[in-house]
């Protein structure tokens, strides 16, 4: 099922908003070493293809599932762990990457569960923030406020996470 959609953000419009971020990393990052870069998965897996073809620093890198959602729309109360085979983190500079953060709660616990490492310092990156209220990313690609949007990683009905652009569903009955 293809749902009545319109685009939102032309792959131009992310590769451009990328590369921005790429920049501003490159920047902050430029004397520091220990780097790792944990993607937060399914979702983040073409933002952070993309974004790290853009940086210019060393870094480890590795992944974790977590589930926010049940039956793609439901929010959880508590966000679980799927995975967690990490990389020592110790004294390391941490940049978690994630595809949306919309309540922050993915990110407040992932910072939470991953300060247990005794990491130098957490950062935060994503490419789209759905509240701008919250400001507890440090870097981000969009602000929307939009319905539930698909796309560049992001599923739809666990579909449709290959297109290149983002897409916002329409009908408002299928809001995230």
């Known amino acids: 099922m293809n749902p009545k959609s319109r685009i939102i953000f032309s792959n131009q419009d992310i590769q451009k908003r990328i590369s921005s971020i790429a920049e501003n990393l490159n920047d902050f990052y430029k004397n520091q070493e220990d780097i790792v870069i944990i993607g937060v998965l399914n979702g983040c897996f073409m933002f952070m293809s993309d974004l790290l073809k853009k940086i210019n620093f060393k870094c480890e890198i590795d992944f974790v599932k977590i589930s926010t959602y049940k ?11 799927k995975y967690d085979n990490f990389i020592d983190l110790k004294n390391k500079n941490l940049i978690i990457i994630d595809d949306i953060v919309d309540s922050g709660k993915t990110i407040k616990y992932l910072k939470k569960y991953f300060n247990r490492f005794s990491p130098n310092e957490i950062k935060t990156c ?5 509240d701008d209220k919250f400001s507890d990313i440090d870097w981000f690609g969009f602000n929307f406020s939009g319905n539930f949007i698909y796309g560049y990683g992001m599923d739809y009905m666990s579909q449709f996470r290959n297109l290149d652009s983002i897409y916002e569903v329409e009908d408002t009955n299928e809001k995230k």
């Open 71 to 81: 039956n793609n729309f439901k929010p959880v109360n508590d966000p679980s762990l």
């Open 126 to 130: 994503c490419l789209i923030i759905k």
